[in-house]
DNA sequence: AAGAGACCCTGGATGC
DNA sequence: TGCATCCAGGGTCTCT
């Protein structure tokens, strides 16, 4: 599933070869994947443009056109986008292709559905309720602990709230709790001015290194050149339930905390 | 403020 | 074997 890391990497990748291509026409295969606006009026407004700059907010891959406008991706569980060449028949699970000027196109795969695109001259109306960003300069160890009073919530669930931190998703906010020692059924408020340094830091550390391995590919995920990535080689709790912790041994255990599983070695994390 | 539940979807796993 | 059902997942929405 695209998380912060695994859309970074779709972006850089994006990014290295998608700026100045202009769009020729665009197919949409399955007009649902659009969320706004309305089909007939998202691919009129892409057709003749050209793209500029490739970035990413949250989980959204944020891309520029030339007129003004962006085109935003957020792909949800299974979304995928990537350079295929020009004319290659789409598979099965490709939901929008964008035709381009060059010898490539850009396709956007979904299995899920879930993905959406966003074409709009306000990014503000998409991004402006996504909280900081956690590599960001705004994300400090000082602002998390303030953010942290008198949420009464548990952790676990704070961090996969996007209006409070973006990009975060389930594989990360395990693995940075248990990189922080800290139970993922924490009151948030709870935590130490101690405790909220070392999830900080593990939650800076989590997603710099998954990004350094080009992402988890747990099953779906592909890169912008439909690669694999390495992280989750590395993976200590995700999807490790009974398989001892790599720093005590006890067994990894999983429940569901907030309607969502979360995994957590009930040795090491208090 | 917090949390439960529904919804959107598919395919892989499980149950009968 | 073949079919039905369940479940995971992110985000948004409604309801309590």
Request: proline residues 7%; hydrophobic residues 40%.
């Amino acid at each position: 599933m695209p998380e912060l890391p695994e859309v970074e990497v779709i972006a850089r990748g994006l990014d290295g070869w998608l700026p100045g291509q202009r769009i020729q026409a665009v197919d949409l295969l399955w007009p649902r994947s659009v969320a706004l606006p309305a089909a007939a009026e998202f691919i009129a407004g892409l057709t003749g443009r050209r793209f500029e700059r490739v970035g990413r907010r949250g989980k959204f891959v944020q891309m520029a056109l030339d007129n003004g406008a962006t085109l935003f991706v957020h792909l949800r569980m299974s979304g995928s986008l990537y350079r295929a060449p020009a004319g290659a028949p789409p598979g099965p699970h490709t939901r929008a292709l964008f035709h381009l000027a060059g010898p490539c196109d850009l396709y956007f795969a979904d299995t899920r559905k879930f993905g959406r695109l966003y074409l709009t001259y306000e990014p503000a109306e998409i991004v402006s309720r996504l909280g900081p960003e956690p590599l960001g300069d705004d994300f400090s160890a000082g602002w998390l602990t303030t953010a942290l009073r008198g949420r009464r919530t548990r952790i676990k669930p704070l961090l996969l709230d996007q209006t409070f931190i973006a990009g975060i998703g389930n594989i990360y906010a395990d693995e940075a709790l248990f990189l922080a020692g800290l139970h993922p059924s924490r009151v948030a408020d709870s935590l130490s001015a101690g405790e909220a340094g070392r999830l900080h830091a593990a939650i800076r550390e989590v997603l710099q290194s998954a990004i350094a391995r080009r992402g988890t590919t747990l099953s779906d995920y592909r890169d912008a050149e439909g690669e694999r990535g390495q992280n989750q080689e590395f993976l200590r709790v995700y999807g490790r339930a009974g398989w001892p912790c790599e720093r005590c041994g006890r067994p990894i255990e999983r429940t569901v905390i907030g309607q969502r599983s979360a995994h957590f070695c009930p040795a090491c994390q208090i």
